[in-house]
């Protein structure tokens, strides 16, 4: 029997229609029978549409590779297997054969439930159908039966330079180790003459790495970000931080500088500076979990403040959205030699650098390859205090509107907190309302289990989501015109870039209004776990809903100011309280 679920377990943080085939493991084998046995219903959903990109992968991967098909993922006794989708519309509706049970990968650890993802990619930039004629396929196998899952990799990537690594999941884009790329950083190596010794790794982005380093002159623990050799805007990163440190409040709200530094490598020279280190990001925090409703408030609210800091001196963040929402280590920690530090929070995950033809590593590429530790909690075991150590980070992306003049195409926040005009003005000069918009999908993200709109989807389907949600009448008539222009635009980039969009076809399965969006993604999971996390009543919904549309207007210049945001009625009466309760 099949049955259709909005969220399974509630393990899937994005809003997708799951469906789910319960299945019975009788015998630690019979997981790959029911692995085998599903093959059938993907025979039908695996095809490469013009080696373009279709679908984002749910685990963690390269920003830049999609799904074009996923084996059904097995845990706790059940077999789930979310719909695939092509422009929003069903691959099974589309045709084509592919037999996927030749590279069926199946790792058991024992009689535990295991999680088994087989996912079809392609690169929308490095791979294409004509240079890789046998797909690339992507395994990742995790036990939830532990509190620390153990993991077995089996990926492959391919480089510029023709050379193929195995992939590792939840790490940086390999292929990037090279000339004007990362930094081969590892380990206990020593920075900036032997004053930082790197213990483990933080994070990562698109243009840098991020280590927990120890500070011997100080004798204390800090984040060090290590920035690819060729970009351009790291130090006005550093100058930006430091200017917006002059005001006295932005040591509550933003990283500060301690120090910054130029390191030399095989791939050039990079600029690096340290920070106070951070436990993680709400949304590693949020994964499948909702804030307590004092602490979600509270945290809304500490995030629009800093927001509000960087606005009033001019700024632009540009990139706001859950992962550049951080929450400081506690300073307690710096007592702990690294020794002790590793005993209380565990060694450094490491996995080998592998060429696929067996051949030595290149002297740009780091031996081991190491995976981003999380300190942090889960959502709902934060507190008041956890939410006053928020900071908002990464200031890669943001300029000034006054003395430098940046255009919406060159936007790179995620897609599905970007503002529209991104995509339908891309020569309009970004400006201080597309911030409000992306503070509007965050604070959302803050409240509810499920995204407002869909992290997993083309930009076509996403511009359908705003206006499925935020109603047809307020789209602007230019803009509509343009999208039914962009039909038969066959050089339109469906993985978000600037072009405009393909319009999605009429069959898609619709959003729901706001209001009925804020009931199935933020209430109904709410009313569940009340007793742990509570529900907003009436009075608190009706102000987040007039919150939500006040800074989600289609056009710029519609959407309220920063201050108007802090001085809204939720605001005033729900979340700026919070901040000021007592833990």
């Known amino acids: 029997m099949i049955h259709r679920f909005g969220l399974v377990d509630e393990m899937w943080s994005f809003p997708l229609q799951v469906f789910a085939l319960k299945l019975i493991l ?23 549409f013009q080696s373009r990109v279709l679908f984002p992968i749910r685990i963690s991967m390269r920003s830049d590779m999609y799904l074009l098909a996923d084996l059904p993922t097995v845990f706790e006794g059940e077999c789930v297997m979310p719909p695939v989708r092509i422009l929003g519309v069903p691959v099974v509706q589309r045709g084509g054969i592919m037999d996927v049970s ?19 990619v392609l690169s929308s930039s490095k791979i294409s159908s004509k240079s890789h004629p046998t797909p690339i396929w992507v395994a990742d196998f995790q036990r939830y039966a532990s509190g620390k899952p153990s993991q077995c990799r089996y990926f492959t990537m391919s480089c510029d330079e023709g050379i193929e690594y195995q992939w590792v999941n939840g790490v940086e884009r390999l292929e990037l180790y090279n000339p004007g790329g990362y930094h081969p950083a590892m380990i206990d190596d020593l920075l900036d003459h032997g004053r930082y010794r790197i213990v483990d790794k933080l994070g990562f982005g698109g243009y840098s790495t991020i280590w927990l380093a120890r500070d011997k002159q100080l004798n204390r623990y800090v984040a060090v970000k290590i920035n690819i050799s060729d970009h351009s805007r790291s130090r006005n990163e550093c100058h930006i931080l430091r200017k917006l440190a002059s005001k006295q409040e932005a040591a509550d ?17 990079h600029a690096c500076y340290t920070i106070s280190p951070a436990e993680g990001n709400l949304k590693e925090a949020s994964f499948s979990r909702l804030f307590p409703i004092h602490v979600a408030r509270a945290l809304s609210a500490k995030l629009a403040i800093a927001v509000s800091l960087v606005h009033s001196q001019g700024y632009v963040h540009g990139d706001i959205h859950l992962r550049n929402a951080l929450i400081r280590l506690p300073s307690s920690n710096d007592q702990l030699s690294i020794f002790h530090f590793r005993e209380k929070f565990g060694e450094p995950e490491t996995e080998p650098v592998v060429r696929e033809d067996g051949k030595p590593l290149p002297l740009n590429i780091p031996a081991q390859v190491v995976v981003p530790f999380y300190l942090g909690k889960k959502a709902q075991d934060f507190t008041l205090d956890d939410a006053r150590r928020l900071v908002l980070s990464d200031f890669g992306e943001a300029y000034a509107p006054a003395t430098e003049r940046r255009i919406e195409r060159e936007c790179n926040t995620p897609l599905a907190k970007r503002a529209p005009e991104a995509l339908f003005e891309p020569d309009a000069p970004l400006s201080l ?19 407002i709109f869909s992290e997993s989807e083309t930009a076509d389907e996403i511009i359908a989501q705003h206006i499925d949600v935020l109603g047809s009448q307020h789209f602007p008539s230019c803009w509509q015109k343009q999208w ?69 207007k289609f056009s710029p210049q519609d959407r309220v100011s920063i201050d108007e945001v802090l001085g809204s009625e939720w605001m005033v009466k729900w979340a700026l309280p919070a901040l000021d309760l007592k833990t």
């Open 102 to 120: 030749s590279i069926t990968r199946l790792c058991l650890t024992g009689s535990h439930p295991i999680s088994a993802d087989i996912s079809l």
């Open 26 to 48: 009788v015998r630690p084998n019979s997981l790959t029978s029911a692995l085998l046995g599903t093959v059938f219903l993907l025979r039908r959903v695996c095809r490469v």
């Open 253 to 269: 709200l933003l990283p500060t500088i301690l120090d910054d530094f130029e390191i030399q490598g095989p791939n050039g020279t």
């Open 484 to 552: 039914e222009r962009s039909r038969n635009n066959k050089e339109a980039d469906t993985a978000g870039s600037w072009m405009l969009p393909l319009r999605p076809t009429a069959d898609r399965e619709k959003w729901p209004p706001l209001e009925e969006a804020f009931e199935e993604f933020v209430q109904k999971y709410r009313r569940k776990r009340a007793e742990v996390v509570g529900a907003f009543d009436d009075d608190e919904t009706r102000a987040i809903l007039a919150l939500m549309r006040s800074m989600l």
């Open 433 to 451: 309302p597309s911030d409000i918009w992306s503070l509007g999908t965050a604070i959302w993200e803050i409240l509810g289990m499920k995204f």
